[in-house]
């Protein structure tokens, strides 16, 4: 770690303008106190401060290496003892030689100069704790901030990997689905199969290109979404349809990457599997004030034995959300009789 007060202008100027203060003030107690000529007054005052400015500058170093990973706190505090014993003398010592050596004709001056050092040896004791104390203030704050940004750095990443798992998690769960459908082709449909392969062959180059971002335009998802339709279209013939309601500003809003295929994976999956009449996947989308909302709703036979499932793809988009948005109400699953709706609530700011 630098020193702060050559380092860092905003704390050398807050050092400064302190000693600043200190300058005034002692200009005007010696003054009005041991009735010092102001010539004499301001010499004194100058080199005694000034001096102790650049020392205190150095007494960082000190602090920086006496710091308690690497020593005892009784160890640290007898070095600062003899540490303040050795500056206040050295700095009393040089300041009068200099004041003194200015100053020689003052006879007045000289000898409350002379009976003063012993108040001033004492004064650079204090200067020395105040400056110590000021010292490790700022590395406890400095040390304080840095911890601080390691650990947003650190969930940060945490994050980021939590969220490339859960959307990993994503495409073994469909290829596993769409195999089983290629398979089931196969042999009652090989051109069927053949051209579902092709489909699954794009969605999963697609898939590859975007696994790097974790956000992407509307649009562009649902374009890769309408790659996985077109699988169970090619499977499932016209047993269901897909219906879209998207208003044009919508289609660029940023959206969380892999976000609609599960969706319609399961609309699928608990619609279409096991209904004897036609489904009807609806996707629909607006802006409510701060919320961009995304709705896919689907019709279900209500007679239909239920498809078991792990429930990974809401599962999936509800722990996305909340790592994303550090909100666990995004996501709202509205089941009745014979529709099956998810509502999803994406922030705007």
């Known amino acids: 770690m630098s020193n702060p007060f050559t380092t860092n202008r905003k704390i050398f100027a807050a050092y400064a303008s302190m000693w600043f203060l200190i300058f005034l003030s002692h200009v005007a107690i010696i003054m009005i106190v041991q009735d010092i000529k102001f010539y004499a007054a301001l010499v004194d005052s100058f080199f005694f401060n000034f001096l102790y400015l650049i020392i205190g500058i150095g007494i960082w170093y000190t602090v920086r290496f006496n ?64 400056l110590v104390s000021i ?16 650990e947003v750095e650190l969930k940060g990443l945490v ?35 053949q051209e579902m392969t092709i489909k699954l062959s794009s969605f999963l180059r697609s898939t590859l290109v975007k696994n790097d ?6 649009i562009d998802e649902l374009n890769n979404a309408m790659l996985y339709m077109d699988i169970e279209k090619i499977r499932f013939a016209d047993k269901f349809e897909f219906v879209e309601e998207i208003k044009p500003e ?27 009449e036609k489904v009807i996947i609806k996707l629909s989308c607006s802006i409510e004030k701060e919320y961009f909302k995304i709705i896919v709703e689907n019709n279900f036979d209500p007679e239909s034995v239920p498809k078991r499932g792990a429930g990974i793809g809401i599962k999936n988009i509800q722990n996305r959300m909340k790592l994303i948005y550090n909100q666990d109400n995004l996501v709202v699953v509205d089941k009745t009789n014979s529709t099956f709706k998810i509502t999803i609530y994406i922030p705007m700011s």
């Open 213 to 218: 971002n974790q956000k992407s335009r509307l």
């Open 250 to 276: 919508c289609k660029e809003v940023e959206v969380p990457n892999m976000i609609l295929q599960p969706l319609f994976e399961n609309a699928v999956k608990h619609g279409v599997y096991e209904s004897l």
């Open 159 to 193: 994050k980021e990997a939590e969220l490339n798992a859960l959307k990993y998690q994503i495409n073994p769960h469909f290829i596993f689905n769409s195999l089983n459908s290629i398979s089931s082709l196969t042999i009652s449909n090989p051109q069927r199969a």
């Open 135 to 150: 010292n490790y203030v700022i590395i406890y704050y400095n040390n304080f901030q840095e911890k601080v940004l390691k």
């Open 67 to 130: 710091n308690l990973e690497s020593y005892t706190p009784l160890k640290i505090f007898l070095d600062h003892i003899v540490s303040a014993v050795i500056t206040a003398v050295i700095w009393v010592a040089a300041s009068e030689f200099i004041v003194s050596k200015i100053l020689s004709q003052e006879n007045f001056y000289l000898e409350f100069l002379n009976q003063s050092l012993i108040w001033r040896f004492l004064i650079g004791i204090l200067y020395y704790i105040a």
